[in-house]
């Protein structure tokens, strides 16, 4: 059987892992794997795609992705959600647990691979609860969670509200070096909040989710993971003195790594005056000091990753007033363009920067062979024009699900090929 060949040429290749930052490169790759160059022959006969005026990277490494299969399909599956992420640069995808999504042992962790293996187009890894139905009161066996495939270990929404089971856990994950994944919240604090508590709330009448609520289990958390000498990452920070406590962590070599979602690098409190369900998020949109700090702890590193926590929701659950709206937005395909648009062209960070915050970086975070164009690894590549604009709208839409905070907004920079093991899973039409 003959090989399949794949030259991605003339391209502005850009590897953070390898420091590559190349105009006019090519990038070879032989039966889904990348190799260094092609023989004549080999040229000949291989599948070209002419990357002219693009930047050609590595595959997206997605560490927060809710995909809601098996259980709630009628927001996402599977299939229509990995097309959404393709469509997005996305070759990798953590599928994290949610409300009602339970990951708790390795039964349930094979059907996820299973039909992972089955519909997705795009790499599916999953990642199990910390405790049984997610509920926080006892531990998941988390060697058995690791042994079945998972790269991590979280609750996701509800969290762990106890600290002694939360410190209990570290110490369990320490022994497989699988990382724990924190949604920090306070749920007491939060529960009847429907956005951040500021100036904002109190002009829109809205219950406000005060940031004290994120900052007192992101302190905690640092403390019991310095403690007990686990790994500990923030999803989606969106408070600044969570920043600040994350970063006096990681000064003291305590193994912590942070997310940020693009939702919060672009959107403040201030979006959510036209009541847009779409705009109701949790953590909630804070205030621009807050998005101030999210890009400085981009540009210092003490955010690693830019990740999507794309949350599907139906149109029905949506369409209600904004206090009875479930949380939760898409953003596997816009992660690209908000980054660009927050970080890029505003002239915070360079092109590789960004891309190492979408692919190398979150690679590291969960330990997997990802997010580079090095020789032997696998061809995931994301090609994307950085000054292409386009206006995203309920039709560009891959998702199963329409809840984004941009529809209707104009964005510059776009996703025109994702290429998954050397085979193109996504192709813009235009």
């Given at each position: 059987m003959s090989s399949k060949i794949l030259w991605v040429k003339n391209g502005h290749v850009i590897d953070p892992a390898n420091g590559r930052d190349e105009v006019g490169g090519s990038v070879f790759a032989i039966d889904g794997v990348i190799v260094a160059k092609l023989t004549p022959e080999q040229e000949a006969a291989a599948e070209v795609i002419d990357a002219r005026g693009c930047v050609v990277c590595p595959g997206f490494v997605d560490l927060n992705a809710h995909l809601y299969q098996p259980g709630k399909t009628a927001r996402e599956t599977f299939e229509s959600?990995?097309?959404?992420?393709?469509?997005?640069g996305f070759t990798t995808v953590v599928c994290t647990p949610d409300d009602g999504i339970v990951i708790d042992n390795a039964g349930t962790v094979r059907l996820v691979k299973e039909l992972a293996d089955k519909d997705a187009v795009v790499n599916v890894?999953?990642?199990?609860?910390?405790t049984l139905g997610g509920k926080g009161e006892s531990l998941a066996p988390a060697g058995?969670?690791?042994k079945a495939g998972c790269v991590a270990i979280s609750d996701s929404v509800g969290g762990v509200e106890n600290n002694e089971i939360m410190r209990r856990a570290l110490e369990y994950s320490s022994m497989f070096d699988m990382p724990i994944f924190d949604h920090c919240q306070d749920a007491s604090m939060s529960k009847t909040g429907v956005m951040h508590e500021g100036e904002k709330s109190l002009r829109?009448?809205?219950?406000?989710?005060?940031?004290?609520?994120?900052?007192?289990v992101v302190a905690s958390d640092s403390l019991l993971s310095r403690l007990t000498g686990a790994r500990l990452h923030v999803q989606h920070v969106s408070s600044f003195r969570a920043i600040d406590l994350i970063r006096d962590a990681k000064r003291h070599n305590v193994k912590i790594t942070a997310e940020v979602s693009p939702s919060h690098l672009l959107l403040t409190?201030?979006?959510?005056?036209?009541?847009?369900t779409n705009k109701k998020i949790n953590p909630p949109l804070r205030a621009e000091k807050d998005r101030r700090a999210l890009i400085e702890g981009l540009k210092?590193?003490?955010?690693?990753?830019?990740?999507?926590?794309?949350?599907?929701?139906?149109?029905?659950e949506k369409d209600c007033e904004f206090d009875y709206a479930p949380f939760g937005a898409i953003n596997l395909q816009t992660a690209l363009p908000a980054a660009l648009e927050a970080l890029y062209h505003s002239g915070e960070m360079t092109l590789p920067q960004v891309v190492e915050k979408l692919t190398s970086s979150p690679a590291r975070v969960i330990g997997i062979a990802a997010g580079t164009l090095s020789v032997g690894a696998a061809a995931d590549i994301a090609i994307f024009d950085p000054d292409a604009r386009h206006v995203f709208t309920r039709e560009s839409i891959v998702s199963r699900?329409?809840?984004?905070?941009?529809?209707?907004?104009?964005?510059?920079?776009?996703?025109?090929?994702?290429?998954?093991?050397?085979?193109?899973?996504?192709?813009?039409?235009?």
């Open positions: 959600g990995t097309k959404a992420a393709a469509a997005g890894l999953p990642a199990g609860n910390i058995a969670l690791k829109l009448g809205l219950r406000g989710m005060p940031r004290a609520s994120e900052d007192i409190d201030s979006d959510v005056g036209d009541y847009d210092d590193g003490t955010i690693d990753a830019i990740a999507t926590d794309h949350a599907p929701r139906t149109p029905t699900a329409k809840n984004s905070p941009f529809l209707g907004r104009e964005f510059r920079g776009k996703v025109v090929a994702t290429i998954v093991g050397g085979k193109v899973v996504f192709r813009d039409a235009k």
